[in-house]
């Protein structure tokens, strides 16, 4: 018996008169004890459906169609007062920011409070707060914390515990730990497991990591624009994903084991919403599309017990018999996994030919206080680093936010003045230079940012956005030589030559990415700074992006100094790593050493943490 | 008769020049072209900029000044009246010289007030006077019976002066210092945070006061080089615009400094500065048209606020010339007539009116050219 089940939603969104679904045709059921994980890429449309679970849709969207039913009784038929009983009582929800989920103004036990008069008004306040606050793992005395006095891991334990407070049958969790560490993600994680399995709840985890579900779920639903693509039991789909669509997430995964290898990619982009699709949604990027596919929606359909798919390859061959492609692939062909083996064109690292090297690097920030602004003591963000980048090698540094990794990074392209220590590029010392000295040698060294929508200026065409470093720094070069280079960067990292009359907005993610690197190749620079490139971007366009930064390796010989958090990425790119925390570097060495034989015991927790293991050795 | 310029005409006719060459300037270029054509191509853009131009079009006639030449006297050279004139006075001159005796409703045939008059039997009694010029007064006549349409048309000029040149001195101030501040942080936030938290901290009223007493003392003092009182009254306006620039900048300026606290951060911006870009560069490149919404959306929204000013500082006696028209007296005339019985409410209705027509369409203007040129609203409107 399920706790929850959903049935054919359909959500509409009423745009300018014309009606887009991002949600067609979801089904979902949560037994009583069961976590599911509706796993998907952005735009998918599984945010939306956790809110009309909650039928807290925003404004302009609806549910067009579909029953939602907990322990029987049907939700969206519930008058609005009733349905304030359900939400945050029986049916609860978590939010993926803990920073704005929890009122700044009101401490812990407050908002729990708050919960607890709504749904549970005979409940003692204090007592069951500190109940709920150990179950949470925080300390009872946190009741009367604020918020901003709670670190972000805290804060979501918080949160859990609020929502806890009404004692829900199923618990709603929206991405969870998607902003946070990766250590405190695992604690929480297991956390949300340790509780759902102690009181019996269902849980609906909404993730876009394959990994976090296969370590949380019991079953997993894949979606893909707007419909459920794949629905199994999380055994069975790892170990055998139906769906070319799935299959497809779990090729393009950087690991270290695919190290040398090309990474899988999915071309294309996700149907917009208001596409008019006839056949199957992923026929336009599916990799085995045949002709049926193209004129007929597939439906989702039982292929072994518990595990469905919505694909023609396991269909049977349609009653009108004219599908004829069909028969061509028979679904023996789908269970093989798809992953090519191109060799990687990145050459091995020779020790030769220092690029960078930083010499007990240090960048402390006065911390004043008092009327006078008086120095009271420093933060040192960077407390005395020592790396060395060698020439076409990716030298990886990990750390949790807040390490100083990207303060380094800034530190060394003297965005931030260094307070100490030294930066040698090419052998020449930087913090000497001044004036025309440091923007020549800016030329050697550039930087792509995590965040691909605040590094292009949006008042900026890409034509003018590439020419920009181009005019301060090759001032030499004229129009004509400008126009060229552009043109062959666009060429090499993948954009149309019409891209340079458009803005920014125009683009997707990965290709504005993509922009961003060709923007800081432009210049020639014999150094690229990669701070956290790909950790914005779906799993797809990652591995086209980290593809694409090998094989600028491997044209240019150019180094790479990659900060990320992210371990499996590490594996797959690096040929060295350092480990960041608190400001300085706990180990560092080549990848395989650092990665399977760790020797601090700080690397070894990172590893630990990282999804896709279980969640053994994480104590919660 | 004899052209006369005055200074406020001189720049406003350089400020018209000035969008002249822009225009021309703009014209062969598609990408500064194509925002303007999408705002006209919007029903409320054609609307409002033509409700707009229809202003200037008043306020530039009121513009063109002159002096009439008086009946010759034989054996003297020509004289010229000390009155000056504009093209629109001499448009006008119907509304200008249909003068009534005192006030008359829009559109009465009577005065407003009862007086004792004579009939034709000789006998006295208390009735509304006739108009000499009865039903032609749109919007009725004001205390010394002058039609309250042309005032309000003669007003037009000083509100679009002191609207425009007030920002053309408070706009760079404000973009240059706020922007700087915001940017550069430090030293020269510090100092530029100093200068506005002094200004701020005097009450504004008392600095333009002083600031229009100091001036008009220099013109008495100096009274060859001006001979009209309409030359007096121009001085005292440009001042007042002057002053109120040079006081009005520290609100947008506060509110650019913090936009662009945040810009600067952003990581287009760190990028510039990793190419080595000159900070002047990257605070024209970058920051400028990042920040130019707010400003367009505060300088329309403080044009109005400075048409009012005008009328409070009218009230303490050191706004524009009293015998200026101007919306600030216009309103301010209208506090007495309020208390009246039965109120005069046809002043006060005619100044808002025009005010309220000029604010919005300035407002939707401005609206729609801010949509225009942000590139993510791109084809939206």
């Given at each position: 018996?399920?706790?929850l ?23 979902l059921?949560i037994g009583?004890?069961e976590c599911v994980a509706l796993l998907g ?5 599984k945010s939306?459906t956790a809110?009309?679970l ?38 609860a929800m978590i939010f993926q ?59 979501q334990?918080?949160?859990i515990?609020?929502m806890?407070?009404?004692?829900p049958?199923v618990l709603i969790a929206d991405e969870p730990t998607t ?6 993600q695992a604690?929480i994680l297991k956390l949300l497991k340790a509780l759902q399995q102690?009181?019996?709840m269902g849980l609906l985890l909404i993730t876009h990591d394959l990994d976090v579900a296969g370590d949380m779920a019991d079953r997993v639903a894949v979606m ?10 999380r ?376 999804p896709?293991?279980?969640l ?5 | ?381």
């Amino acid at each position: 018996m399920s706790a929850l089940t959903l049935t054919d939603l359909r959500v509409e969104i009423n745009v300018e008169g014309r009606c887009l679904a991002p949600v067609d045709g979801v089904s979902l059921a949560i037994g009583r004890d069961e976590c599911v994980a509706l796993l998907g890429e952005s735009g998918c449309g599984k945010s939306m459906t956790a809110l009309a679970l909650m039928r807290l849709l925003p404004e302009g969207a609806r549910v067009a169609s579909g029953v939602l039913e907990l322990e029987g009784e049907s939700l969206f038929t519930l008058p609005e007062a009733a349905m304030r009983d359900v939400r945050g009582g029986r049916l609860a929800m978590i939010f993926q920011e803990p920073q704005t989920s929890l009122n700044p103004v009101m401490t812990v036990g407050q908002q729990i409070a708050e919960t607890l008069a709504v749904h549970r008004p005979e409940a003692d306040a204090s007592a069951v707060g500190r109940e709920l606050l150990e179950a949470v793992g925080l300390p009872t005395e946190r009741l009367d914390a604020y918020p901003f006095q709670l670190s972000g891991g805290q804060r979501q334990r918080a949160l859990i515990a609020m929502m806890l407070a009404g004692e829900p049958e199923v618990l709603i969790a929206d991405e969870p730990t998607t902003a946070l560490d990766v250590t405190v993600q695992a604690q929480i994680l297991k956390l949300l497991k340790a509780l759902q399995q102690s009181r019996g709840m269902g849980l609906l985890l909404i993730t876009h990591d394959l990994d976090v579900a296969g370590d949380m779920a019991d079953r997993v639903a894949v979606m893909y624009a707007g419909q459920i693509v794949e629905w199994a039991g999380r055994a069975s789909l790892y170990a055998q994903p139906h769906h070319p669509y799935t299959q497809k997430l779990f090729a393009v995964l950087p690991r270290l084991e695919r190290r040398g290898q090309r990474l899988d990619s999915l071309p294309g982009r996700v149907p917009a919403p208001d596409a008019v699709i006839v056949g199957c949604r992923f026929a336009e990027r599916c990799p085995r599309v045949f002709e049926r596919c193209r004129n007929e929606a597939p439906e989702l359909l039982e292929t072994a017990p518990g595990h469905a798919v919505r694909c023609h390859l396991f269909s049977p061959p349609s009653p009108s018999g004219g599908g004829a492609g069909g028969e061509g692939a028979t679904p023996a062909q789908a269970f093989t996994l798809y992953l090519p083996s191109l060799p990687h064109p990145s050459p091995p690292p020779e020790g030769e030919g220092v690029v960078l090297r930083l010499t007990d690097l240090a960048v402390h920030f006065p911390l004043r206080q008092g009327l006078l602004r008086r120095t009271v003591g420093h933060f040192k963000a960077v407390d005395g680093v020592s790396l060395t980048v060698n020439q076409g090698e990716t030298l990886a540094l990990v750390g949790e936010s807040g390490c100083g990794k990207t303060t380094l990074a800034r530190a060394v392209l003297r965005l931030i003045e260094p307070t100490g220590g030294s930066v040698a590029m090419g052998g020449e010392a930087l913090e000497n230079l001044s004036g025309e000295a440091l923007r020549r040698k800016r030329r050697e060294m550039q930087i792509v940012f995590q965040d691909p929508y605040s590094s292009l200026n949006p008042r900026m065409k890409v034509g003018t956005i590439l020419e920009e470093g181009l005019l301060a720094l090759l001032p030499e070069l004229d129009r004509a030589a400008r126009n060229a280079r552009i043109a062959q960067l666009l060429d090499q990292v993948g954009l149309p030559a019409d891209a340079l009359q458009r803005y920014p907005h125009e683009f997707s993610g990965g290709q504005r990415q993509r922009i961003a690197i060709a923007r800081a190749l432009a210049v020639e620079p014999k150094l690229l700074i990669l701070d956290e490139p790909t950790s914005a971007l779906d799993v797809s366009v990652q591995a086209q992006i980290l593809n694409l930064l090998a094989d600028i390796q491997a044209a240019r010989g150019l180094s790479y100094l990659f900060i990320t958090h992210n371990l499996p990425v590490v594996g797959y790119l690096a040929h060295r790593v350092a480990v960041m925390r608190g400001g300085r570097i706990v180990e560092e060495g080549d990848v395989e050493t650092v990665l399977t034989r760790p020797v601090s015991d700080y690397t070894r927790l990172l590893l630990e943490s990282a999804p896709g293991r279980g969640l053994t050795g994480v104590s919660s | 008769m004899i052209p006369v310029l005055l200074w406020s005409d001189a720049l406003l006719f350089l400020l018209l020049a000035g969008v002249f060459i822009l225009v021309w300037a703009m014209r062969h270029r598609d990408w500064l072209r194509d925002p303007w054509r999408q705002v006209m191509k919007s029903r409320v853009g054609q609307g409002s900029a033509l409700i707009l131009a229809a202003f200037f079009a008043i306020g530039l006639l009121d513009s063109l000044h002159y002096r009439e030449r008086l009946p010759d006297v034989p054996g003297k050279p020509a004289q010229y009246s000390g009155e000056v004139l504009s093209a629109l006075d001499w448009l006008a001159t119907p509304l200008r010289e249909r003068v009534e005796k005192t006030y008359s409703a829009p559109l009465a045939t009577h005065l407003y007030a009862k007086e004792t008059l004579k009939g034709t039997d000789g006998v006295e009694r208390r009735d509304y006077p006739p108009l000499k010029y009865p039903g032609t007064h749109l919007l009725g006549t004001d205390k010394v019976g002058q039609d309250v349409l042309y005032l309000s048309l003669k007003s037009i000029r000083t509100g679009l002066l002191i609207g425009a040149l007030t920002t053309l001195v408070m706009l760079p101030l404000a973009l240059g210092l706020g922007i700087a501040a915001g940017y550069f942080g430090g030293r020269v936030d510090d100092v530029i945070q100093y200068v506005y938290t002094t200004l701020n901290s005097i009450p504004g009223v008392l600095l333009i006061a002083a600031a229009v007493l100091v001036v008009q003392v220099q013109v008495e003092a100096h009274a060859a080089l001006f001979d009209t009182a309409a030359a007096r009254a121009d001085v005292r306006l440009l001042a007042l615009c002057a002053i109120m620039g040079l006081t009005g900048w520290t609100g947008l300026a506060r509110l650019l400094r913090g936009e662009v606290l945040k810009l600067r951060e952003l990581e287009f911006v760190q990028a510039a500065r990793a190419f080595g870009v000159r900070p002047l560069r990257i605070l024209a490149r970058h920051l400028l048209p990042n920040v130019m919404h707010l400003v367009l959306i505060t300088v329309v929204l403080d044009f109005s606020g400075l048409v009012l000013a005008e009328a409070v500082l009218s009230y303490v006696g050191v706004g524009v010339d009293p015998a200026m028209n101007s919306f600030g007296n216009m309103i301010n005339g209208a506090r007495l007539e309020l208390a009246r019985e039965p109120v005069v409410w046809w002043q006060l209705a005619a100044a808002f009116v025009f005010m309220f027509v000029l604010v919005l369409a300035a407002n939707l203007f401005a609206d729609k050219v801010r949509d225009a040129l942000d590139p993510r609203a791109g084809g939206k409107t």
